[in-house]
């Protein structure tokens, strides 16, 4: 049977979502911007759109600008937070275990003179928060962390940014890369004590090529790109913090794939016993080690097969119809930078399997998973 476990790269679009694309295709294909009657349907669109994804995120329309995804929201959460906030200091602080779009933009800004602390993780991915606080200071202009980390499921303490910020009475503005997050455990900006918050859509069930940044009302971020007036920053004399001409097909998809999610404290429990129920099998199996900290986000479960390289695995589950990957899609072809921070033996860091699960993972799939990965390790080792 084919099973899918690679969610935290891509998930399948939920009908909702295929169904909202093509109306916006066929009926509501105006531009947005057009004052005409085409025009003001997709405008109606977008703002019922809008309403949508900032309902399911706990805030207020105003508060969500839409993007291309998850990348193009943390390149301008970043620079747009470092360039409005420079005159304030130059420090910025995050982890070493960043999505590549953050860690990279990263290096970008510090390249430019910012100052960018990466902290360290022990060998489940967890930081030590009294180096948070001590990494914080008044010169702090920027805290970014991911809530979920992609690769390893690591829930990081991301409220502890901002109580640092206030005891360090930094101005910094806080942002969360909430990609891995959103619509898989309740999260609130407000409660999480964020400025700033990256979300995206085809990670939901919704389609590629749109996201959101969430930028809490009076924040000021420097747009990064112009020529357009389209995402506006409405409270701030209507800055225009991304132009272009909204996609609104995508859009549309996302919003509809917002209303689709499922109560996530529902949901939680039962991804928490799906993931118990793998691990427990998995971990009957000789050589198969989990990487993942047992208080991970129960979607995403990352294990290594001593003896087995991830390619030759990924390759036998896969004409198997079995998907699963060896790390972030945005890092195709490396070692995982994650696992390496985490500082695992080489053993571990040749065999790693990401698993992860959505709303529609199965017990068949997850036993024709176990089935894969004990046949894979007979047969690839009999080849050797």
């Known amino acids: 049977m084919d099973a899918y476990f690679d969610n935290s790269a891509t998930t399948a679009p939920c009908c909702e ?44 329309p105003e508060e969500i600008f839409f993007t291309s995804g998850g990348t193009e929201s943390n390149n301008l959460a970043l620079k747009g937070a470092a360039y409005q906030m420079r005159r304030m200091g130059r420090r910025i602080v995050s982890t070493s275990i960043e999505h590549p779009s953050v860690d990279e933009t990263l290096n970008r800004l510090e390249a430019e003179g910012f100052e960018v602390i990466k902290l360290k993780v022990d060998s489940y991915g967890r930081i030590n928060e009294r180096e948070l606080y001590s990494a914080v200071n008044s010169n702090t202009i920027l805290i970014t962390m991911m809530l979920v980390n992609n690769e390893v499921g690591t829930i990081m303490p991301v409220q502890a940014a901002k109580r640092a910020a206030m005891m360090a009475r930094s101005p910094a503005l806080i942002h969360c890369d909430a990609v891995q997050a959103f619509g898989k455990m309740p999260i609130k900006p407000a409660l999480l004590g964020v400025d700033l918050m990256t979300i995206s859509s085809h990670k939901i069930h919704g389609p590629k090529g749109v996201g ?34 909204e996609a609104m097909p995508a859009i549309a998809g996302f919003a509809a794939a917002a209303r689709a999610l499922p109560d996530p404290k529902r949901e939680l429990e039962h991804i928490t016993m799906l993931r118990d129920y793998m691990v427990s099998k998995l971990t009957e199996l000789d050589g198969v080690v989990v990487n993942s900290p047992p208080d991970a986000l129960p979607y995403v479960t990352n294990v290594s097969v001593i003896g087995i390289k ?45 698993i992860s699960f959505s709303r529609f993972t199965t017990v068949q799939e997850i036993d024709a998973l176990i089935t894969g990965i004990a046949e894979g390790k007979k047969v690839i080792r009999a080849i050797k």
């Open 17 to 60: 979502a295929v169904n909202a694309v093509a109306d916006a295709m066929t009926r509501c294909w105006g531009n947005p911007s057009s004052l005409h009657r085409q025009g003001n349907l997709a405008k109606e669109l977008l703002d019922s759109s809008r309403e949508s994804v900032a309902k399911a995120l706990s805030c207020v």
């Open 212 to 245: 959101a940044l969430y930028i809490r009302k009076g924040v000021k971020i420097k747009p990064v790109t112009t020529g357009g007036e389209q995402e506006q920053q409405k409270n701030n004399n209507n800055l225009s913090i991304r132009p272009g001409t």
């Open 310 to 354: 991830s390619e030759p695995m990924l390759n036998f589950l896969s004409d198997r119809g079995i998907c699963v990957s060896s790390g972030s899609a945005c890092s195709k072809g490396k070692k995982s930078h994650v696992l390496l921070q985490m500082g695992l033996d080489r053993k571990r860091l040749d065999s790693p399997l990401r």
